[in-house]
């Protein structure tokens, strides 16, 4: 008993992985010890699939926060035509709109088991949403110095797979790629060389 309670007074949501000494009594105490032990199992798995949530949400969100903060930073550095602001306004209407209709998955998904919610699937081109992705992230890699281009290469590939997931990726991929900064080269001062 004094080992058992000893142990459920370590548990805590940092090390859910430790469990209950269960001592080998057939007995109803050991059933109960290990219904306890099958219950922080089940525990650790939803913190678990929490943290992930967590941290998918964060990243999920920084690229069109970015996204729209790049474009009001470019539109109030200097006078614009009002076409400029126009479209620098499009593009943070749409980065919101995707946001709306992400949280709306996040809400959908959270009613109802993450395990066998179905995302619809569809026949679609990879490429496409790859150059949407690019396309979207065009402001925020030119304010990073840095200059993003799609290009295709062979024919067009159908796959059947969600759009808006895969477009998720992309998104996640090419903002960690942009995220990634070069390592500055180190010059060496080369001396003149003399003249013989």
Known sequence: MDD??????????DNLSLRLPAPDTGTKFQRLIEVWNSMLARLEEAVKTLSQFAADASHEL????????????IALRRVRSPESYRDSLREIEEE?????????ICCILARQDAQTA???????????????AVGEL????????????FAAYGKA????????????IFLVLLD???SI???ARRWRRRSPRRMA
Not at 96 to 104: E, K, L, N, V
Not at 118 to 132: F, K, Q
Not at 138 to 149: D, N, T, V, Y
Request: aromatic share 2%; net charge positive.
């Open 157 to 168: 590939s159908l796959v059947r797979a969600n759009q808006a997931a895969l477009r998720r």
């Open 62 to 73: 920084r690229t069109p926060l970015a996204v729209i903060r790049t474009n009001a930073e």
């Open 4 to 13: 058992i309670t000893a142990a459920a007074r370590a548990i805590s949501v």
């Open 181 to 183: 900064r070069p390592k």
């Open 118 to 132: 179905e995302m619809p699937r569809e026949l679609l081109d990879p490429g496409e949403v790859l150059a949407g």
């Open 96 to 104: 919101a709109a995707r946001m709306t209709r992400w949280w709306t």
């Open 138 to 149: 065009h402001s925020l890699a030119g304010m990073r110095g840095i200059r993003l281009k």
């Open 176 to 178: 960690n790629a942009l």
